[in-house]
């Protein structure tokens, strides 16, 4: 079925250093664009910490960033910084976004302005730009729950802004991480947490028999206090918890409840 993702919208980079530029920032190497429909990609600080995530496509001399709706503002001021001289250009698309997951394929539309896989997983299907509403596409809630069971991080709701160490919520799993490409802002610490090994938090995905808790709860093996959740849906909650203890464990409790868990199979 067609999801509306109207919390997230699409910020158009355009011009003739388009690529040239983000390439240097991001940590997705644009030059597999000629073979990707899209991509996965991070803007990170300079200490290696999340800032924004974005799908990413391209369509002649621009690059469309599918993003965070309430943070396009500050993503672009934020490449505005690194601009410099660059012959480049941006703004937020009247372009619409859709998922698609279920059974079959994505329906023909004349309002699909471009659809592609999500470049992340196979299992969150596929992703459409529609000129106008689909009509009949359910709200986001369903699809919200989809991505939460698969272990999918949803940029801010999930990664905290400045602070959050990608490493520790499964974007090199999910493509979104490049160490082939060169350089870009936030490589060193980035690199080193790949290379050493030394990740010690992931993500888990509870299931309550009631209504997950609010984010921010204190998750439990036993009585020690391993991590806290993050977004939730209906009763499934996002959790980022301490590797180390899953694997003496085969339940988990949240909030006064047992609850059972997985992890994601990226």
């Given at each position: 079925?067609?999801?509306?993702?109207?919390?997230?919208?699409?910020?158009?980079?355009?011009?003739?250093?388009?690529t040239?530029?983000?390439?240097?920032?991001?940590?997705?190497?644009?030059v597999?664009?000629?073979?990707?429909?899209?991509?996965?990609?991070?803007?990170?600080?300079?200490?290696g910490?999340?800032?924004?995530?974005?799908?990413?496509?391209?369509?002649?001399?621009?690059?469309?960033l599918?993003?965070?709706?309430?943070?396009?503002?500050?993503?672009?001021?934020?490449?505005?910084?690194?601009?410099?001289?660059?012959?480049?250009?941006?703004?937020?698309?009247?372009?619409?976004?859709?998922?698609?997951?279920?059974e079959?394929?994505?329906?023909?539309?004349?309002?699909?302005?471009?659809?592609?896989?999500?470049?992340?997983?196979?299992?969150?299907?596929?992703?459409?730009?529609?000129?106008?509403?689909?009509?009949?596409?359910?709200?986001?809630?369903?699809?919200?729950?989809?991505?939460?069971?698969?272990?999918?991080?949803?940029?801010?709701?999930?990664?905290?802004?400045?602070?959050?160490i990608?490493?520790?919520?499964?974007?090199?799993?999910?493509?979104?991480?490049?160490?082939?490409?060169?350089?870009?802002?936030?490589?060193?610490?980035?690199?080193?947490?790949?290379?050493?090994?030394?990740?010690r938090?992931?993500?888990?995905?509870?299931?309550?028999?009631?209504?997950?808790?609010?984010?921010?709860?204190?998750?439990?093996?036993?009585?020690?206090?391993?991590?806290?959740?993050?977004?939730?849906?209906?009763?499934?909650?996002?959790?980022?918890?301490?590797?180390?203890?899953?694997?003496?464990?085969?339940?988990?409790?949240?909030a006064?409840?047992?609850?059972?868990?997985?992890?994601?199979?990226?």
């Open positions: 079925m067609w999801c509306a993702l109207t919390h997230r919208c699409v910020l158009e980079v355009k011009g003739e250093d388009a040239a530029f983000l390439q240097r920032l991001i940590t997705q190497d644009l597999k664009l000629e073979t990707h429909p899209a991509l996965y990609g991070l803007l990170l600080s300079p200490q910490r999340f800032l924004h995530d974005f799908l990413i496509t391209q369509e002649g001399t621009s690059l469309f599918e993003c965070e709706k309430d943070r396009a503002q500050d993503l672009m001021e934020t490449l505005t910084r690194f601009r410099l001289r660059a012959k480049v250009e941006m703004g937020v698309s009247d372009r619409l976004l859709y998922a698609w997951y279920g079959g394929e994505a329906p023909q539309s004349e309002e699909v302005l471009t659809l592609y896989q999500d470049p992340r997983l196979a299992a969150l299907g596929m992703r459409a730009h529609t000129a106008k509403p689909l009509l009949g596409a359910s709200k986001w809630e369903a699809y919200n729950a989809r991505r939460i069971d698969l272990c999918v991080p949803e940029g801010s709701l999930d990664m905290e802004v400045g602070r959050a990608p490493a520790e919520y499964g974007v090199v799993a999910l493509n979104g991480v490049d160490f082939q490409k060169g350089c870009f802002m936030g490589q060193e610490l980035t690199a080193r947490a790949e290379f050493t090994g030394k990740v938090k992931a993500l888990v995905c509870l299931t309550f028999d009631v209504q997950a808790p609010a984010p921010g709860t204190a998750v439990f093996a036993g009585d020690v206090e391993i991590g806290r959740t993050l977004s939730c849906q209906g009763n499934l909650a996002l959790a980022r918890v301490r590797l180390e203890a899953l694997g003496e464990v085969s339940v988990l409790t949240c006064g409840e047992i609850v059972s868990f997985h992890q994601g199979t990226y």
